[in-house]
């Protein structure tokens, strides 16, 4: 059964950092693009980052270009978030979905706050 499963959320002070997983399993995750999307409370989901198949080539949402860092190991089935100096605004349940073909692959998600 295809599945994807995040981790690494919590409760950081502004200007710390978190790294999210997001490990995949059932499907073959190296065919697929990876994207993190975030939902906050009253929101529409964000687009965050995406890392596409073969290019080294990720892009950024404008909101977190500069902090964030998305990456991948095919070896290890696994998507990384790396976010740095956090802000309150970026406070939201962090997903992972990954795009094979035409199959969208969706986790549930891992939630983030930051606040003092």
């Known amino acids: 059964q295809a599945q994807l499963v995040e981790s690494g959320g919590g409760l950081v002070q502004p200007g710390g950092s978190l790294r999210l997983s997001c490990v995949a399993s059932g499907f073959d995750f190296s065919a697929g693009a990876v994207r993190w999307y975030r939902e906050a409370p009253g929101k529409e989901r964000e687009f965050v980052a995406r890392f596409p198949i073969t290019a080294d080539d990720p892009t950024y949402a404008d909101s977190v270009k500069g902090r964030f860092v998305i990456s991948r190991d095919n070896a290890k089935n696994t998507a990384y978030l790396q976010m740095d100096s956090l802000k309150a605004e970026d406070t939201a349940n962090y997903l992972c979905?990954?795009?094979?073909?035409?199959?969208?692959?969706w986790g549930q998600g891992t939630q983030v706050t930051v606040s003092s």
């Open positions: 979905k990954v795009l094979v073909w035409t199959n969208d692959y």
